[in-house]
């Protein structure tokens, strides 16, 4: 599976690095966290936290603990836990979560729903 680099990644517990010139169309799942500095497009469902790097590019659906978005995702994101939006980030698409920081400087396009049921 040449798309998936098994590596030390930027971020501290992140295992799985999708690299900048990989482009990957289809389904993405698993319970390890993962840093896309690539293209993604699908679904993505992670049981642990989702980083987009400044260079990755999202055109799916997420549903996962965490994401934390520094590039352009375009779709819903659903988070158990939290959403942040990094400050040169675009998003466009509706994100459900307990907790949601959007910084400024931010590009947000969409519909916000923290009440979470079950929600921590």
């Known amino acids: 599976m040449a798309a998936i680099e098994k590596s030390p990644a930027p971020r501290t517990g992140a295992h799985t690095v999708i690299g900048s010139s990989i482009v990957i169309d289809g389904e993405i799942s698993g319970d390890e966290d993962l840093v896309i500095l690539g293209t993604v497009k699908g679904r993505i469902g992670l049981k642990e936290s989702l980083y987009v790097e400044g260079s990755g590019v999202i055109e799916a659906d997420i549903e996962t603990a965490r994401v934390e978005v520094s590039g352009q ?26 907790r949601i920081l959007i910084a400024d400087g931010a590009v947000f396009k969409g519909n916000v729903d923290m009440d979470v049921k079950g929600a921590k």
């Open 73 to 98: 995702v375009t779709g819903n994101i659903s988070a158990s836990e939290k959403v942040e939006l990094k400050a040169d980030c675009k998003v466009t698409g509706d994100i459900r979560a307990p």
